[in-house]
C-alpha cells in the first residue's frame, strides 16, 4: 500500500518525520518496504511515498483512512476525516431502477447519476494517483480511484447511455453468457459468478472489473456511479476462475466494509463538481436489504493479562480500541474489568476476544513484554523410535564415506518410470513443469542426478546418499535410505590397492547397515528394470521378529546412467532400502538380553567345493544350514576360484565352518562326521564334490 | 667440562663420591645423545682415550696420591671404567639393531584412505535445532509430507476461501493418496486420503493435539511444499521446524522467552532479538522475530537490505478456533506456536547466498561441513 505523507495528513496532524511513521507502524505490524520522493508532475514541492505491507486480515488499511486511524494512534494525535458531503434523500429518486436477484452474493448497492464532462483531471488529483501508483486515465475514472485509494472502497462508472433500459440487475451469470472486460479480454463467464448486467446482458463483472461496452469515454454524458459491497467469497472465486484480480477484486475478497458504500459514493461526488468534471443529479439508490446487525464482542482485562503475560491497564486499554473506532462500554456486572466492545464496520477480521487483545498487543507493544520460561509441567517424551532409526543410518552411512544428499521429492516422470509401474506413480495436479510432475517413487532417480552433476564437474569418486519420503499408489508414503557409488573403491593410494567399486562394495553396505539396526541381511538375484540384468538383488532383512522385503542393490542399468551423463565404462551401483520395512524388526539395543561367552573351544573346518557355475552361494549355503548339527555357529565363504583344476562351467567355492558346543569340547571325530554328512548333501543335492 | 672439583688442590686430588656422581651424570647425558658410531667413537675416546681420557686420567692421578689413599682412587677408577665400558657397549649394539631392520618402511608416507561422508547443512542445522529443543524437553515429531485440506488448512482456521490461503500456492496431488500414518512411536494406521503437499509442518501439531491432551511441548521437523518457482531465495521445496508449547497460563511472554533463548543458543549468546506484530491465520496475537543481522551487526548490509534486522521465525499465540478444532478447552488452556525455515537458518549462519545450492549436492559444496 503506497502511503502519500500529504494525502495522510488530510486525516491526521503529521509532525513525525517519513521515517518515523514507517518505523512506528512497522512496529504495530505495519512493515515499511520502502520510503520513495515522488517529484510533483507541476512544480510543486512533491512528495514522499511510504510503501507498506498489508497483511490479509487488515483490507481497511489498503486505504489512505485506514494507515491514517493507524499513525494517529502510534502518534497519540486526534484522528479527524474533514467533514464531507452527505447525499441526501431527494424527493424524485433517480432514473435507474436497481434488482438484486442474489441477495447473498451482494448485500448492498447503492448507485447516483451524473451528467459529466469527461476530460483529463487536474494536475493535484493526477499527482496524487501517480504517487499511489496509479496511472490517470480520464477525470471520472480517475476520481473513483482517487476514492478507492483514499477511503479503500471500490467505485465503478458506467456510460449511462450504454446500459440497455437503463437499469441494473446484480445477478448470477447465465451458462454460455461472456464479456468483454475493460482489459479488452473477451471472458467466458460461468454460473455462479455475479455480475452487474443491464436489462439483457452483463456490463461488469462484480467487484471485479468492468465492461469494455459501457466504458466511460470521451464521449460519455452521462454516468451511473455503482458503490456496493460485494461478498468476498463470491468475488475470490470469480477472480480465481478468471484468472483476473484487480484493486477492486483484491479489495473484495479480503472484506470491504459494508456501511461504506454511500460514503464513499457522496465523496466521489463532490469530487466530480469539485474538480469541475460534472454536475450530480439529485437523488440516489441504496438496496441494502438487511441492515448489518452491531458486532460486540466481550473483552475482559484478567485475558488480556493471561494471554500476554502482563497486565495492561485498563486506561490503556480503552484508549488503543477507542483510537481504532471501537466504541467500549464497561460491563457493570462483571467482578473484574470487563467491556462489551462494538467493532467498527469496517473492521471484519475482530470477531472475537483474542482479535480484541491482538489489537491491544500491536499498539501496547511487543517489546515492553516481560520475557519468561513456560514451566515445564510434563516429563520429556523419549525419542520416537523412527528418528533415532534415521539418525542411525545416517551416521552409518557418513561412517562408510558416503556424504548426505538432499533432492527434490517431485521429479520428471520419465526418471521415475524405471522405479515403478506408471499406475504407481502419484502425480502433481498443479507442478511447476514437468520435470516437477510427480512425486518420486523411489530416492534412487534424484540420487543419480546428484551423482551425475558431480561427474559431469570432474569429480571420478561419488558416493552419495538421502533419506526421505517416497510415494506409490499401493504403498502411500514410505521412508527410505538411498546410496550411490561411483568410481573407486578404496580411492588413490601409493600401494596401488585402487580399484573400481563393484557389485560387493555396494552389497556390503547394506550388510553393514542390517548390522548396525541389529537384523540380518539376505541377498537373492532379482530383475529391474532400471537394473543391469544379472547384477541386481532383493534385500531381505530377517530379525527373531520375523522377515521382509525392505529393498534393491544392484547396478543401475548402463543407459539410464548414461542418460545422465555418466560415461559409458564407469559403473553405477545403487541400493535402496524401505525404512519403514525395516522400523518393525529394529530394536535399537532396546532389549538386549547378554548370552553367556563359550567356554569350550572352537573346531574350524575348511571344505572347498567344485559346483556348477550358476548355483548361488545363497543355496549351497542353505543346504549346508539344513544339513548340519547345532552346532555349527558359523558359516563363511572365503575364497572363489574359477579356472586351471576347476571343470568348466564349474567353480570352486571354499567354506570356512566353526562349530562349537557350549557344554562340551567336541572330538575330532564328531566334527568329521558333521562335515561329511554335509558334503554328502551338497553331492546328493547340487552335485558338488570336493577338490 | 672440568671432571674433577676446580677448586682441588695441586697435589692433593679430591676424588670422592660427589665428583664421581657428578660425572657418572655428564656421561650419562652425553651417551643419550649419541645416534651413529661416529658419536660413540668420539665419546669413547673422550672418556677412556690413552691421552686425556676423562677416565684414563684418573689412573694417572693415582701415583700421586697420598699412599693411604691410593687402594681407595684406584678402586672407584676401576668401577667407573668398567660402568663407561658396559654403557657405551649396550648402546653400540642399540644402534647396530636399528641399523640391521632391513624391512623397515617409510611411515611418512600416506595411510589407506578411509572414506567419511559429510552430513547435509539442512540436517546440521536441522539437529542442532532438535537437540536446543530436546534439551528444553520437547518431543519431536515424524509426520507425512502428503495432508488432506483439513490437517493442513481448516483445523489451522483457514477455511475454503479464505485469502490466507494464497500466502500459501499449494501443490495438489492429481488423485487422493491413501497412507498409513505413524502415531505416537506406534504402529502406522490408516489415515484419510491425502489431497495435496503439506505447506508446513503445522498439520503434524493438528494430529497430534487431535491425540494428546495438554500439556503439550513438541517441535515437528520435515521437508515442505509450496508453488513457487526457483530463484535465489526461493524452492518448491523447503525444510521447517514447527513448535508448539499448550499449558495453563503458557503466555506470549513466554513465547518473547523461548524464542530469545533459542535463537542467542543458535546464533550468539548476545544476539539482539525484536519481535514485531505479523499475521497468521492459526496464531494470534501473531509476530515475526528479527535477530540483529549476522553479517554486519546492525550497521546495515545486503543481506539484511540496510535495516539491520535478519527475519527468522515467525510466531504467535494459538488462535482459539485451532484449540476448539482439536476439541481443546481454549479458554482453559493457552499457548504458542512458532516456525522457522532451515534453509533461512543455514544461510545465515553459513554465509550461502543463493538456496539452489542446499538441492545442487554439489561435493565441493558439502563437504565444507562437518562428517
Ligand atoms: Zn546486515
Redesign the pocket.
Known sequence: MRVPVSWLAEFTEVAATPAEIGDALTRCGFELASIETVPDQGDGPGDTVLDFEITANRPDCLSIRGMAREVALAFRQPFEPRARRRLTPSPNPISLPVTIEAPALCPRYTAALADVRVGPSPPWLAARLHAAGIRAINNVVDVTNYVLVELGHPIHAFDLHQLEGPELRIRQALAGESITTLDGQLRTLTEGMLVIADRSRPQAVAGVMGGLASEVTLSTRTIAIESAYFAPAAVRRTSKRLELSTEASYRFERGADIEAPLVALARVCELLEEIGAGQVTPGFVDVYPTVRGENRVPLRASRVAQLLGQDVPAPEIERILRALGFALVTEPEASTVAWRVAVPSWRGDVTREIDLIEEIARHHGLDRLPVTFPPLTVSPARLDVRLERDAVVRRVAASTGFTECVTFTFIERSAAEPFADASELVAIANPLSETFAVLRPSLIPGLVESVAHNRRRERKDVRLFETGSRFTRTSGESRAIALAWLGSATGLHWSGTDRPADFYDMSGIVEQLGRALGVGVRLEPASSPAMRDGHAALIHASHARGSALVGLVGQLREDLAAAHGVPPAEHLFVAEIDLDAMAALVDLGEHVEVVPLPRHPSVVRDLSLVVPAGLPAATLRATMLANAPETLVNLVEFARYQGKGVPEGHVSLSFRLTFRSPDRTLTDTEVHRAAEAIVAALAAEHGARLR | MPVLPARATPGRLMIDDHAIGQLRADFAAALAAVRTDRDLQALRDRYLGRRGGTVTALYSQIAAAPPDERRRIGQLANELKTWVEDALAERQKAIADLRTAADAIDVTLPGRPRAIGHRHPLTVVRERIESIFAHWGYEILDGPETEDDYHNFEALNMPPEHPARDMQDTLYLAEPLTRRLWSAGASPEASGPATLLRTHTSAMQIRYMESHRPPVRIIAPGRVYRRDSIDVTHTPMFTQIEGLVVGDGVTMADLKGTLTAFLRELFAADARVLFRPSFFPYTEPSAEVLIG????????????K???W?EILGCGMVHPAVFEAVGYDAERHTGFAFGVGIERVAMLKYGVDDIRLFYENDMRFLEQFPA
Open positions: 543481522c549476522v553479517t554486519c551487526g546492525g550497521a546495515g548490509c545486503q543481506v539484511c540496510r535495516t539491520g535478519l
